[in-house]
């Protein structure tokens, strides 16, 4: 018999499913995902967790998109760092394979869609609260899920590169979830 925790963890999943079904209104075309192969997955993935949190989906843009996969490809061919660009134009996510823990695929295949589920993860870190949540929040480590959900952002793309210790990078426009405003 599953555990309670088990139990949980299957409704959040089928909920999420089906509020990613719900919140599709984009077909994200295969040239439109750069190398991000999942590129339809990832936007119903963010938008669906967007959807949790009341705040609008973002659209799937290309540009951003490209600058994603030149910045990933720009830090694989480095070894795979984790540094952000500078200067940052926009809200930038990284992430190495290695980061989070993915139950499947294998880290040398890391995708779009696996870089936003680690990004949301870490909604478990997040003190939803208190009456100043940015302040609050900003030692917690949850930059990343803020950034996925962050209610004024528009618009997203996503990248990813590398075989060794693949990486994956999102852009969002506008950039804020670093100054506090929503």
């Not at 088990?6 to 919140?23: E, K, P, Q, S, W």
């Not at 926009?90 to 290695?98: D, I, K, R, T, V």
Request: hydrophobic share 40%; net charge neutral; proline share 7%.
């Amino acid at each position: 018999m599953p555990s309670a925790m088990g139990r949980l963890r299957a409704a959040t999943l089928a909920v999420l499913t089906l509020v990613c079904a719900l919140a599709s209104e984009t077909t994200v075309k295969a040239d439109e995902g750069g190398k991000c192969s999942d590129a339809q997955e990832t936007y119903d993935t963010a938008n669906g967790y967007r959807s949790l949190h009341g705040a609008p989906p973002m659209a799937w843009s290309i540009s951003l998109a490209a600058s994603s996969q030149a910045y990933a490809e720009t830090l694989a061919a480095q070894g795979c760092p984790l540094i952000h660009a500078k200067p940052l134009a926009f809200g930038e996510n990284l992430m190495q394979a290695s980061m989070y823990v993915i139950s499947s695929p294998k880290p040398n295949n890391l995708r779009c869609a696996d870089a936003v589920n680690g990004w949301y993860s870490q909604v478990m870190f997040y003190n939803f609260t208190t009456p100043t949540p940015y302040w609050t929040n900003k030692g917690r480590g949850v930059f990343h899920f803020s950034q996925v959900v962050w209610r004024s952002s528009t618009a997203f793309g996503c990248g990813v590169a590398g075989q060794e210790m693949p990486v994956a990078s999102i852009d969002v426009w506008p950039p804020q979830n670093k100054t506090g405003s929503h």
